[in-house]
């Protein structure tokens, strides 16, 4: 990834943050995204969607890929094409089910896939690879720059 040739139809950059799973790192993801966002020019709206899928995206990771304590990583790449931003977030912990929905229990709100649903509404694109019982899981999401 990177810099491609100037005829490429796409040309995009992509730049990788490879953080500890841990929360205080999350932060950072965003501090990360304000500054691209800055040389991107995009709107307030925007950035705000987007650091929200973010924090989703990589909270999730960073609460469920390793388990209470577990050591770990994160990486989150960010594509700056002309035309969209894509954010790809992957670790290598347990995986997860992507069909599982939020739901009510007891009257309460299950955390079960709704940053996931979170995600979907702000998104233009997502795809998913994860399966549980498998090791690792990655999630990409795309927003279009109008």
Do not use: W
Not at 101 to 121: D, K, R, V, W
């Amino acid at each position: 990834m990177g810099d491609l040739a100037p005829t490429d139809p796409d040309p995009f950059r992509a730049i990788r943050l490879r953080i500890p799973a841990k929360a205080e790192y999350i932060t950072l993801c965003r501090l990360a995204l304000s500054g691209l966002a800055e040389l991107r020019g995009l709107e307030e709206e925007t950035l705000a969607d987007l650091k929200l899928a973010l924090t989703e995206a990589v909270s999730n990771s960073v609460r469920h890929a390793y388990g209470a304590g577990g050591d770990g990583h994160v990486d989150v790449t960010y594509e700056l094409h002309p035309d969209r931003f894509g954010i790809e977030v992957v670790d290598d912990g347990r995986g997860f089910d992507p069909h599982e929905t939020a739901s009510f229990e007891n009257g309460e709100l299950s955390e079960g896939g709704l940053g996931i649903a979170i995600i979907e509404t702000i998104a233009d694109e997502l795809e998913i690879d994860s399966q549980v019982g498998i090791r690792g899981s990655r999630l990409r999401f795309v927003k279009r720059l109008h």
